[in-house]
């Protein structure tokens, strides 16, 4: 069938779900469909006439995309907002004269508010996404770094706080504490959370024998000594580059080492044994230490300018007993964590928790958790119970007591209940010299230890 030209175009164009608006080659309109009143609010016998630069300045529609076409004698496409709030994606194009001039300009239009919103709320949710990605990989990063520094004890949140402050800095930073509290762990959180983008190099001063220690931190060159690989070797100090070289039991470093580590500190320069030519490097020295240095200077055993280098930023660790408070959350998580490494299914008793938590520690979180670790391997049982405790870690004669709660007896279960809480209040007052501090040791209050030591005839 072919087009009749007697059919009724405007008719047609008028049910076009779709503003159609053609202007003059000054930006005329000469023409506009029905739809513009939906779209534009606004009747097309009031559009005929105007210039769509005018209804652009007064916001009926923008921009124009007429204006943009007879700038650019170009067919152009552009989002347009309108009056009503629609965002409309414009389309205007040319019809010339026989001369290639500019006749008129026909634009068509289609609505893509909800398109335009849902991009935008696209953008917005992936905006957020990815904030929670980076909140998410602070979060991994630093659980990574620490998994066991877990902390409600004020000494220990100051400790991590002032890590935190220093990291981003190229400060030397001194740890300092008695063995076992955790100094390697923190060196590496300290690592972890500092700009640098190097590695961590971590050694031990007191583990390694004196005539190797040299070579083991600044490297030699080729053949410096028999015995040497030919082709030279590379120091730790070296490894460390753009990184953290991490010196561990800082105080046993040998005299003639601390003179070539302080120039090493000073300069960041040194020289590998067998070489004249010296060595630039850049790296972040954290040192650690369980002996008093103040003491070893005092013995001429450590040189004071040194100290005084390492110790720009001093940082002293709390001993475990000195953070009970925590005591209890690192039994879990090293529970769980070790379970978890070695695919083990394993469950601590409440009363080898209760055990684990009167226990003093002397070795610190590194006994902790080799106990548990050991625990962990060597108990066949789902549940660990007293008995598989070492006997120092039991107090007093409470293993009895305990291990007849679990084995029963001839007892009822409330008689070796009071057994055992007659044994743990027995401890507690040998440790406390008050009922406030026993409370405060037990983790009950002050009222509820008297009521205790009553019903039991204890006195103090």
Known sequence: MNFDPS???????????????????????????????????????????????????????????????????????????????????VIGNIIYDENENIKYIVTYSQDVTESEKLKTYVKMIEGEMESIKNELREIQKTQSANPHIVSKNEKMKNVISMIDRVAQTDTTVLLTGESGVGKSLLAEYLHDRSKRKGKLVTINCSSIPEALLESELFGYSAGAFTGANQKGKKGLVEEAKDGTLFLDEIGELPMNLQTKLLTLIQKKEFFRIGDTKSVSVDFRLVAATNANLKERIQEGKFREDLYFRLSVIDIPIPALRERREDLLSLIMDLTKTFSKRHQQEKELDHATIDCLLRYEWPGNVRELASLIERLILTVEDHLILPKHLPGEIIPGNLSEATLSVNELGNKTLPELISDIEVEILKNAMKRCSSTTKMAKYLGISQPTVVRKLNKYGLTR
């Open 7 to 89: 059919w009724d175009w405007e008719e047609i164009v008028d049910n076009i779900y779709t503003d159609v608006i053609v202007t003059d080659s000054k930006g005329r309109v000469l023409y506009a469909n029905a739809s513009v009143g939906y779209w534009l609010n606004m009747e097309k016998s009031n559009m005929i006439g105007r210039s769509v630069i005018e209804m652009e300045k007064e916001r009926i529609f923008y921009p124009s995309v007429v204006k943009k076409v007879l700038k650019t004698g170009e067919r152009q496409a552009l989002i347009q907002e309108t009056q009503r709030g629609n965002k409309l994606f």
